[in-house]
């Protein structure tokens, strides 16, 4: 059997590969290349699919983000609680607005933010708090808006990964002031490229996220303040608009590979299964198990032709961009313990039972 790769795309683009050339073709004969009806179209439609009033789509997933924080409010002086485990977009994306990140640790079960923590980092110039829907289901949000209730700060989601979980039947962007996601490639719903997009109930961050991704402007050569230039470019939205179309279909595979791994692994010795927090409806945007030894199974799955991964290796608070924070070894166990561990399996729609057996199959092997 042939290598079996952590993600496969090559799948999808053929699923969409007419419909983006002709996409492409309407693009490029209308000489509309920044923003336009193609940006348009998707904005819309995403936001349909997530069940909210506004989308404002960007250059990629850490704009979003910062964007978002910004048109919140956020900035010098301020403080913006983070989960430790998280892709280090989080983190900067608070840093880049001026703020500064505070560190908080994940709960055991789901690696998802831990909400006691979180209410233990709250102080003074806590601003805003950016809860990550991690590996595909959302983090214990109504936790979150009963912490907050009140006291002027706000939730930020980053929904990079879960693009179609719901929680109590509730999407991302519906939770918090506003979600930042990302369409990198290799996401649920990818471009073919860096992209990314703003959700958002509220009239007045939709307004200023999209004057701040013009270079905050809203009317042309007037600035009345400092902006970017992240503006979701047409041709990924033609990509996007394709796949969105078909995202619910490939989110219900995922789901369906989801459960035969479990039902492939059930038992298997070694193995810590990923656990679904009760409410949520997951989209697995990874399968995450946890295994001894981690280094030295991932060597024999690639070795075997089984391109497994690890999300995430490092913890932010010892990553170098943020040696600043003071952090050490020990200050946040959990993420630590969870960060040598971890085992991220492959899965994508499309992928066959005949590969998820193999995969199980080599993972038994080298577990023992």
């Not at 933010?113 to 979180?118: G, H, L, P, R, S």
Request: aromatic share 6%; proline share 6%; net charge neutral.
């Amino acid at each position: 059997m042939a290598d079996i790769p952590l993600v496969d795309l090559r799948e999808q683009h053929r699923q969409v590969a007419e419909e983006v050339a002709r996409g492409f073709a309407r693009v490029l004969e209308s000489g509309c290349f920044v923003l336009g009806p193609e940006v348009e179209g998707f904005e819309a439609a995403f936001a349909r699919f997530s069940a909210v009033e506004h989308c404002v789509g960007v250059a990629n997933g850490t704009d979003a983000l910062e964007i978002a924080l910004r048109a919140a409010g956020v900035g010098p002086g301020d403080e913006v609680i983070v989960p430790v485990n998280s892709f280090i977009a989080t983190a900067l994306a608070v840093a880049r607005a001026g703020a500064v990140p505070v560190l908080a640790d994940c709960d055991p079960d789901h690696h998802l933010i831990d909400v006691a923590e979180v209410a233990r980092k709250i102080g003074a110039r806590t601003r805003a708090i950016v809860p990550v829907h991690l590996y595909g289901q959302l983090a214990p949000m109504e936790e979150l808006e009963r912490l907050v209730r009140g006291s002027g700060v706000v939730l930020v989601e980053d929904a990079a990964q879960a693009h179609g979980a719901t929680r109590h039947g509730r999407a991302p962007g519906a939770f918090g002031l506003a979600a930042g996601t990302s369409f990198y490639p290799g996401k649920n719903l990818g471009a073919y490229g860096d992209a990314g997009a703003i959700l958002t109930n509220d009239e007045a961050i939709q307004r200023r996220a999209r004057a701040l991704r013009n270079y905050g402007s809203d009317v042309k050569y007037a600035h009345p303040e400092t902006g970017f230039n992240s503006r979701l470019d047409p041709l990924q939205a033609v990509v996007l608009s394709a796949k969105l179309r078909r995202l619910t279909l490939w989110n219900e595979q995922r789901r369906e590979a989801a459960r035969r791994y479990d039902a492939l692994l059930a038992g298997a010795p070694g193995v810590c299964l990923p656990a679904t927090l009760p409410g949520n409806e997951p989209v697995w945007h990874l399968y995450v198990v946890r295994v001894p030894r981690r280094d030295e199974v991932l060597a024999k799955l690639r070795a075997a032709g089984i391109q497994a991964a690890v999300h995430y290796p490092t913890p932010i608070h010892l990553q170098g961009a943020f040696r600043s924070l003071g952090h050490r070894r020990g200050d946040f166990p959990v993420a630590e313990a969870a960060a040598g561990a971890v085992l991220s399996l492959p899965i994508y729609p499309g992928i066959t039972p005949a590969q998820q057996e193999r995969v199980a199959e080599v993972l038994r092997a080298a577990v023992v």
